[in-house]
Nanobody, 114 residues
Framework: QVQLVESGGGLVQAGGSLRLSCAASRSISSIEFMAWYRQAPGKRREMVAISTSGGSTNYADPVNGRFTISRDNAKNTMYLQMTSLKPGDTARYYC????????WGQGTQVTVSS
């Protein structure tokens, strides 16, 4: 079992950057998959980026090359560095993992103005 708490969202102009954090209530070094998702109003939740305990990462096409997912195992925290933000990135961003069940944070809002 794990609790996840996101932070770092906010309002930013197009072209700007934000770093989201996801603090976990337990060690994440052995958690095989951790991911960032987002959901915009009226749209389905979509995967943004995935990180594995082995160091592999994968990104959705719309964010590939602009977003970077990473983990700091010493701080039990996962990050999403977002650069070159676009209005289309506006959404609520969630971190998630699956450990004998799915766990989600409450989300953090990212709004990109044009």
């Amino acid at each position: 079992q794990v609790q996840l708490v996101e932070s770092g969202g906010g309002l930013v102009q197009a072209g700007g950057s934000l770093r989201l954090s996801c603090a976990a209530s337990r060690s994440i070094s052995s958690i095989e998959f951790m991911a960032w998702y987002r959901q915009a109003p009226g749209k389905r939740r979509e995967m943004v980026a995935i990180s594995t305990s082995g160091g592999s990462t994968n990104y959705a096409d719309p964010v590939n090359g602009r977003f970077t997912i990473s983990r700091d195992n010493a701080k039990n925290t996962m990050y999403l560095q977002m650069t070159s933000l676009k209005p289309g990135d506006t959404a609520r961003y969630y971190c998630a993992t699956s450990i004998k069940g799915d766990y989600w944070g409450q989300g953090t809002q990212v709004t990109v103005s044009s």
